[in-house]
């Protein structure tokens, strides 16, 4: 059973820094679709970024489009999240899935809906 634990997260003002760690416990092969996705209470859970092809395709959603950055090292077995100019509306549990494809849902971000690998998240406040 594939295994992701996420780490990273924290409190910071608005237009602070954070940098997301994901580790994956086997290699990262050029057909693993590695996405970053949050969810925010009350609200539904939505595809951040997502990096395949061994970093030949990226996707963003349009909100954080400019602001983060999605990579892997996959010797290392590693996805990350660089996220800059956070504001307070990026505030949420943050996970990192992998799946098999990486279909775009409006919006621009990748569809959770087919990542059947999941962590079990970390937690990023944004204040004002």
């Known amino acids: 059973q594939l295994q992701l634990v996420e780490s990273g997260g924290g409190s910071v003002q608005a237009g602070g820094s954070l940098k997301l760690s994901c580790v994956v416990s086997?290699?990262?092969?050029?057909?693993?679709?590695m996405g970053w996705f949050r969810q925010a209470p009350g609200k539904e859970r939505e595809g951040v970024a997502a990096?395949?092809?061994?970093?030949?395709?990226?996707i963003y959603a349009d909100s954080v489009k400019g602001r983060f950055t999605i990579s892997q090292d996959s010797a290392k077995k590693m996805v990350y999240l660089q996220m800059n100019n956070l504001k307070p509306d990026d505030t949420g549990m943050y996970y990192c899935?992998?799946?098999?494809?990486?279909?775009?849902?409006?919006?621009?971000?990748?569809?959770?809906?087919?990542?059947?690998?999941w962590g079990q998240g970390t937690q990023v406040t944004v204040s004002s």
């Open positions: 086997r290699f990262i092969y050029s057909g693993d679709c």
């Open positions: 899935a992998r799946g098999a494809l990486c279909p775009v849902v409006a919006g621009g971000g990748p569809d959770p809906s087919t990542f059947g690998n």
């Open positions: 990096i395949t092809n061994s970093g030949g395709h990226i």
